[in-house]
T-cell receptor
Framework: ETGVTQSPTHLIKTRGQQVTLRCSSQ?????VSWYQQALGQGPQFIFQ???????GRGNFPPRFSGLQFPNYSSELNVNALELDDSALYLC????????????FGPGTRLTVL | DAKTTQPPSMDCAEGRAANLPCNHS???????VYWYRQIHSQGPQYIIH???NNETNEMASLIITEDRKSSTLILPHATLRDTAVYYC???????FGSGTKLNVKP
């Protein structure tokens, strides 16, 4: 059984660019949640996908969007990058919708210059 | 909002019990309390959860007050590897807060 994986591990972009982050959920999990974690802060919930549908969204603007695929892997897309988007982006998978017991990936460190 | 509040940091001597408090006074009756920890530069790791009764697993014990307004995570014999940020959250709101930085000292 493989755990949650994320790619890439690190990424550097410039302001105004677009970025796509990827997440493979743990085997058997149909729910993926995305979080943004700024330095020194706790994770902030961006949104959750359950069986390919968005199932809840945090206080993030529409330029943060996502997808979940039939195999339950997921993408986080961020358009028009801003300096404040620099953070660790965490993906977590779980057996069902809601918070519950989530299994986190190692994260993608995004730096926006 | 069923947000939680935790002290920003705590120290614990290696081998002693670490007791981490969490206030969740606005939690509703059907909301579970979950505890996660995050070791530096890694993704958070699930520890334990509970609703009303005290819970124990191989990692920790969770004591929830009868009025459910607060809980305590207990690491019975803290080791240096337990140094991490510990988060207490409810399963209704996806709010991690800033957690408690536990420093286990030799």
């Amino acid at each position: 059984e493989t755990g949650v994986t994320q790619s890439p591990t690190h990424l550097i972009k410039t302001r105004g660019q677009q970025v796509t982050l990827r997440c493979s959920s743990q085997s058997g999990h149909n729910t993926v949640s995305w979080y943004q974690q700024a330095l020194g802060q706790g994770p902030q919930f961006i949104f959750q996908y359950y069986r390919e549908e968005e199932n809840g969204r945090g206080n993030f603007p529409p330029r943060f969007s996502g997808l979940q695929f039939p195999n339950y892997s997921s993408e986080l897309n961020v358009n028009a990058l801003e300096l404040d988007d620099s953070a660790l982006y965490l993906c977590a998978s779980s057996l069902s919708a809601g918070l519950g017991e989530q299994f986190f990936g190692p994260g993608t460190r995004l730096t926006v210059l | 909002d069923a947000k939680t509040t935790q002290p920003p940091s705590m120290d614990c001597a290696e081998g002693r019990a670490a007791n981490l408090p969490c206030n969740h006074s606005t939690i509703s009756g059907n909301e579970y309390v979950y505890w996660y920890r995050q070791i530096h530069s890694q993704g958070p790791q699930y520890i334990i959860h509970g609703l009303k009764n005290n819970e124990t697993n191989e990692m920790a014990s969770l004591i929830i007050t009868e009025d459910r307004k607060s809980s305590t995570l207990i690491l019975p014999h803290a080791t240096l590897r337990d140094t991490a940020v510990y988060y207490c959250i409810s399963n209704n709101k996806f709010y991690f807060g800033s957690g408690t930085k536990l420093n286990v000292k030799p």
